[in-house]
């Protein structure tokens, strides 16, 4: 059984940090492309963050640039995503999930990934 588990949401101060992060299990995922997204209440799945196979290459939203750092460890089967300077507009809900191929697609298109996770909470308190 393929599972993704996303851990590491709560409920944060803005300007405060957290580190998500997404253990995969029933296969392996060093093999594809890994990305974050987000889901606020009454608000639609959106992309966050994006990382091939190796590591190497990253993509991120305008929103997390400068702010959000993705990164993997293929040898843990684990992706993360470190978020810091956040802001009360970070409130959402955060999926990680496994793509198809080694590499995302510019832009971003949420159908490329098959396997989502649970997600996890964060909270960004004014």
């Known amino acids: 059984q393929v599972q993704l588990v996303e851990s590491g949401g709560g409920l944060v101060q803005a300007g405060g940090s957290l580190r998500l992060s997404c253990a995969a299990s029933g296969r392996t995922f060093s093999s594809v492309a890994m990305g974050w997204f987000r889901q606020a209440p009454g608000k639609e799945r959106d992309f966050v963050a994006a990382?091939?196979?190796?590591?190497?290459?990253?993509y991120y939203a305008d929103f997390a640039k400068g702010r959000f750092t993705i990164s993997r460890d293929n040898a843990k089967n684990t992706v993360y995503l470190q978020m810091n300077s956040l802001k009360p507009e970070d409130t959402a809900v955060y999926y990680c999930a496994a793509g198809r191929t080694a590499y995302y697609n510019v832009p971003p298109l949420i159908y490329e990934y098959d396997y989502w996770g649970q997600g996890t909470q964060v909270t960004v308190s004014s």
């Open positions: 990382i091939s196979w190796s590591g190497i290459s990253t």
